[in-house]
């Protein structure tokens, strides 16, 4: 199957994935032929595109990481906590005091996350990552502006996961790592006015929803002090620029287990602040969006000062920076006519990212070809370029 933007679709092409509407409802599925009924559908709802079934590109199959059901039900999940949340917006921006005191006048806010309800769906993501033996991130995580806040909590959990999978974490400390990842931002919905999905850093209270967030979950029942911790230190940095406390990282790995040390960010808080930065990066939510090999390029840059090198190290081993179903063009090659190629990958490579076969889709002078199957696995040579 082959991944289309939504203005390039067209009336008769065949559906290769079901698509799930955010309610969690199935909305159209797999093998259903699209009418311009259908594909006005899929742009009003805010999806950039869909896969479609085209002959020859039958083994292009990109997995799914997360069931798209349990991905479906926690964006419900996560809607319809943050437009609860959107309802104290007026009181709390209008509130002339620290955040914690505002969060104090409104006692009924300590009600409004379903804590046990996420709790389930940050554990059921958890044991579907465990489950599958994931230990890479195969897919492009494309998002729909409309519905931004939903879907970077759900990949943010995911990348955080998987990193904390392959950091060896215990599956509680995993359980904890991912509600908080999913609520991290949750303090955002209390500062943006409506028909604003994400608020951004020029917001004049912008630096007060890792607080507002941690507070939310502390003061939701049930014991979170860790997740707490993990949410309010999310936009720490390493050298102590970073805010609300200005803490600072001590350089260890986190899959050293150490306690908390006054002063110094907590390991977990370390890899969801990765997490955070790559998914904030690559999709685009302040500038244009990054490929996944420029946005670790740029992580590693801004390792030690910044970030823990222990965990933008490891991400660059978990994300896979040309996944199946990617659009690449062919930069350099032993073989010379492939060069200025574009095609779609078929088979990733995680030892070498480069090497790895595509389909191809257009010539070197831009112009659509049969589909091919080149095969660059063996092309020391080879180097590809993402087309966004
Ligand atoms: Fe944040
Ligand atoms: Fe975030």
């Known amino acids: 199957m082959r991944f289309y933007a939504v203005d390039g679709l067209q009336p008769g092409m065949v559906l290769g994935q079901s698509v799930y509407g955010f309610r969690g409802n199935l909305l159209l599925v797999k093998g259903k032929m699209l009418d311009d009924g259908f594909i006005k559908r899929i742009s009003e709802l805010g999806f950039p595109g869909v896969h479609v ?53 409104h006692p009924e806010l300590r009600k409004a996350l379903p804590l046990s309800a996420l709790k389930e769906k940050a554990t059921q993501i958890v044991d579907d990552l465990l489950d599958s033996y994931a230990t890479e991130l195969p897919c492009l995580l494309l998002k729909a502006q409309s519905h931004y806040q939903e879907q970077h909590a759900i990949d943010t959990v995911t990348i955080s996961v998987l990193l904390g999978i392959n950091f060896r974490l215990i599956r509680k400390e995993l359980q904890q790592l991912a509600l908080a990842a999913l609520l991290h931002d949750s303090g955002k919905a209390l500062l943006a006015q409506p028909g604003e999905p994400n608020i951004k850093p020029d917001h004049p209270k912008y630096k007060d929803h890792p607080i507002l967030s941690g507070l939310l979950v502390m003061n939701s029942s049930g014991s979170n002090y860790t997740e707490c911790a993990i949410i309010q230190q999310h936009h720490e940095r390493q050298d102590g620029t970073g805010f609300p406390y200005r803490l600072k990282g001590d350089g260890k790995s986190p899959s050293v287990s150490r306690g908390y040390q006054s002063g110094n960010i907590y390991r977990l808080a370390e890899i969801l602040t990765v997490a955070d930065a790559y998914d904030v990066l690559t999709s685009g939510a302040y500038r244009a969006a990054m490929s996944p090999e420029s946005t670790i390029r740029d992580l590693i840059k801004r390792c030690y000062t910044e970030f823990n090198p222990h965990v933008v190290k490891m991400l660059a081993r978990v994300i896979q920076i040309f996944p199946v179903g990617s659009q690449v063009k062919v930069t350099r090659s032993s073989l010379k006519k492939i060069e200025g190629c574009r095609g779609i990958v078929s088979v990733a490579n995680s030892e070498n990212p480069h090497r790895v076969r595509i389909i191809k889709t257009h010539d070197s002078e831009g112009n659509m070809t049969l589909p091919e199957v080149v095969s660059l696995t063996g092309d020391a040579e080879a180097r590809l370029e993402l087309i966004i």
């Open 53 to 105: 079934d085209e002959s020859g590109f039958e083994e292009i199959n990109p997995p799914e990481i997360i069931d798209s059901s349990l991905r479906a039900g926690t964006h419900l999940l996560m809607s319809a906590c943050l437009d609860a949340l959107q309802k104290f917006t007026p009181a709390i921006l209008e509130f002339d005091g620290s955040v914690e005191k505002s969060l104090e006048a």
